[in-house]
């Protein structure tokens, strides 16, 4: 029933090679026996991304509340193919006792159960595309609200690790990268209407989509 909200592109200007004895850059790994080299789309390290204008900023049904429990999505675009997604999850996580509100809090690790929810994606759309989750880190939210009500958050000391498209789970010597901090504002923009099926994330006409970056 999960997954997305805040998403921004992060600029990563080169494509990272992630390797055992590496320094950054372009790196390659070579497993024992040397037949895999493991390519990263993200750098090891992006710095501070400064304050940027959101592409998208969502809120959305949390799937069979009929419109009743709403979680958040943030977007930016900041270079083509590298994306990062926050996402804002009512009932659970850091947000466990009620809906989503402002303050600090820290990045949820995991995926099923996250209310405050980091993804990435690097390469968006190519055959070297890789999915991130967060494994670390803060989130400041200043501002959060209703359909055309301002929404602000501050991403700030995030590390985030490989993990499987589609099952979610850490892939083992998989790529890793951290964000030093990016902060993104929107103006929200409700998604699946207030009543039917309660919709949200399935990406279905009206609801926001469970991807990275959509």
Same mark, same amino acid.
């Given at each position: 029933?999960?997954?997305? *909200?805040?998403?921004?592109?992060? /600029?990563? #200007?080169? %494509?990272?090679?992630?390797?055992?004895? =590496? +320094?950054?850059?372009? @790196? $390659?790994?070579?497993?024992?026996?040397?037949?895999?080299?493991?390519?990263?789309?993200?750098?090891?390290?992006?710095?501070?991304?400064?304050?940027?204008?959101?592409?998208?900023?969502?809120?959305?049904?949390?799937?069979?509340?009929?419109?009743?429990?709403?979680?958040?999505?943030?977007?930016?675009?900041?270079?083509?193919?590298?994306?990062?997604? *926050?996402?804002?999850?009512?009932? /659970?996580? #850091?947000? %466990?006792?009620?809906?989503?509100?402002? =303050? +600090?809090?820290?990045? @949820? $690790?995991?995926?099923?159960?996250?209310?405050?929810?980091?993804?990435?994606?690097?390469?968006?759309?190519?055959?070297?595309?890789?999915?991130?989750?967060?494994?670390?880190?803060?989130?400041?939210?200043?501002?959060?609200?209703?359909?055309?009500?301002?929404?602000?958050?501050?991403?700030?000391?995030?590390?985030?690790?490989?993990?499987?498209?589609?099952?979610?789970?850490?892939?083992?010597?998989?790529?890793?990268?951290?964000?030093?901090?990016?902060?993104?504002?929107?103006?929200?923009?409700?998604?699946?209407?207030?009543?039917?099926?309660?919709?949200?994330?399935?990406?279905?006409?009206?609801?926001?989509?469970?991807?990275?970056?959509?």
């Amino acid at each position: 029933m999960k997954r997305i *909200l805040v998403g921004l592109v992060m /600029t990563a #200007a080169a %494509a990272c090679t992630t390797g055992s004895g =590496g +320094t950054g850059g372009d @790196d $390659t790994m070579e497993p024992d026996g040397g037949t895999t080299n493991l390519t990263c789309p993200l750098p090891e390290a992006i710095a501070d991304l400064g304050n940027v204008a959101a592409l998208k900023a969502q809120r959305c049904n949390v799937s069979g509340s009929m419109g009743t429990r709403k979680w958040f999505r943030l977007s930016a675009t900041m270079a083509s193919g590298d994306i990062v997604q *926050l996402e804002l999850y009512p009932n /659970t996580g #850091a947000f %466990a006792a009620g809906p989503v509100t402002t =303050g +600090t809090f820290p990045i @949820d $690790t995991n995926f099923t159960t996250c209310g405050v929810c980091l993804r990435a994606v690097g390469d968006k759309g190519t055959a070297q595309a890789k999915e991130y989750f967060g494994t670390g880190g803060m989130v400041t939210i200043t501002a959060v609200g209703t359909n055309g009500q301002p929404i602000s958050a501050t991403i700030t000391g995030a590390t985030l690790a490989e993990v499987d498209p589609t099952s979610h789970a850490k892939i083992a010597s998989g790529c890793s990268t951290s964000l030093n901090r990016v902060k993104v504002d929107g103006t929200v923009m409700d998604l699946g209407g207030g009543g039917g099926g309660g919709g949200g994330g399935g990406g279905g006409t009206g609801s926001c989509p469970n991807t990275v970056g959509d």
